[in-house]
């Protein structure tokens, strides 16, 4: 439990130390990131999807949509924006719910995962595109590597029996190199970006505004899904309660590389990162 637990750390640390190297690797990393290993993980998990994977991806983007207008009304900066409503499900929550509750558990993460992803590096793009005009950032949203992953994926269902009989293992390598390359990114901005106590503070108030926030949507969500009869969601509620403890995204500072060239993030996550790992230990011994 704990290596599993423990794995995104290492791999933070990892790029911590690739950061005080000479080479420069995190822009060819962000780039293989968000133009192919994300894209690969979303069309495999959509072709093979099982009943009731749609309705958490749809619910994500829903709850998404709604912390981020939440955030724009406090605030136009798209890295606060990103900062409130993209959590890090797939390469903090994944590992951490398939140790705590198994199999379903990780299904219904990497269902959420699907749809933040989504939302997150699709509008992520649009908010990030200054200096243009709104025509032009729809089209760069519509662009963007999850908007064709997902395309693909979808034309792939007909194959779902075959795609998950041979490319299985190939899956399973894409999610440990999407962990770490995500993981290993923030890192090396970390190593750039010291952590000061102001940092700490900063994150705070968002975090216990964004468990609230999360909370009271997940709660509806489960409420909605029960007068339905989805059993994905019913069965798994303390799973989708952990999403509510994440901190923001990693890919945030992927993104934020890729598209703004700087790592204003960094200091946001990682602290909001210590922040949540205090909170999911908290709600481990509590509930667990």
Not at 53 to 77: A, E, K, N
Request: net charge positive; charged share 10%.
């Amino acid at each position: 439990m704990s290596l599993s637990l423990f794995a995104p750390l290492l791999y933070l640390l990892i790029g911590f130390g690739l950061g005080h190297t000479p080479f420069e690797i995190k822009g060819r990393a962000s780039a293989l990131l968000t133009k192919w290993v994300i894209p690969l993980v979303i069309i495999y998990n959509i072709a093979t999807h099982r009943s009731g994977v749609f309705v958490i991806m749809l619910g994500m983007i829903v709850m998404m949509g709604i912390m981020l207008g939440l955030s724009r009304i406090f605030t136009r900066d798209p890295v606060q924006n990103l900062c409130f409503c993209y959590l890090n499900i797939g390469w903090l929550g994944l590992p951490v719910a398939s140790t705590l509750f198994g199999d379903s558990a990780a299904m219904v993460i990497i269902a959420a995962y699907v749809g933040s992803s989504l939302f997150g590096n699709s509008v992520g793009v649009g908010l990030m595109a200054h200096g243009q005009d709104l025509k032009t950032r729809l089209i760069q949203t519509l662009k963007a590597p999850p908007v064709w992953a997902l395309m693909v994926g979808l034309a792939c269902i007909p194959f779902a029996s075959q795609i998950e009989h041979y490319t299985k293992p190939v899956y399973e390598v894409l999610k440990f190199v999407m962990s770490f390359l995500g993981m290993a990114i923030l890192g090396i901005w970390l190593s750039e970006t010291p952590l000061k106590w102001s940092d700490f503070k900063t994150a705070l108030q968002p975090f216990v505004l964004r468990v609230l926030t999360v909370s009271i949507l997940i709660s509806l969500f489960i409420v909605i899904c029960q007068y339905y009869g989805i059993t994905l969601v019913i069965e798994n509620k303390p799973t989708l309660y952990l999403i509510a403890l994440l901190p923001p995204a990693a890919n945030i500072i992927v993104l934020e590389t890729h598209y703004l060239k700087s790592g204003r993030s960094a200091s946001l996550i990682a602290s909001g990162t210590c922040l949540s790992i205090i909170a999911i230990g908290l709600y481990i011994g509590v509930f667990l």
